[in-house]
């Protein structure tokens, strides 16, 4: 199986019986989603963008999590936020303004 | 903020709009989440665990995926499955009868 280089983590605070009552989700964090998706196209990224339950890192969020590097973003609520922080994936840096 | 070491991924196929429809789900990966995160507490693991969307690995269902190891795991429908996967996680290792 092929497996992403990067993987992007989204919290959209579902809770296991599939409600969606969490703060990133209120705070929009499912309307980025088809923005991130397209950016990693035209990026042409090597990135899998996946939606999650809760991170439990509610105080910050909306709350995006890139993994294997292990960075955590909070605040995320905006284009220019995930413009930011996928501009410093491809430098292979953390995104200092969002970093948690 | 606290980091988890391990960062255990379940996959719940529940969509970007609340729905739980997906592969594994219906082969109830739901249902372990309970015991992964007693087995986290009882074997004294650094991990979280965090409930996710599709994964795209649905012919693998249910799949879990381990970070920053990077572990993708396909069959885990028992507790037994559990524990072969934590069991090598504590080894630094992966559980081979599982991995994708």
Known sequence: MEKPEHHIFVCASFRADGDAKGVCNKKGAVSLL?????????RGLDAQITSTGCMKACDHGPVMVIYPAGLWYGGVESEDAVDEILDALEDGEAAESYAL
Chains 1, 2 share one sequence.
């Not at 088809?34 to 035209?42: A, C, T």
């Open 34 to 42: 088809p923005y991130i998706e397209n950016e990693i196209i035209d």
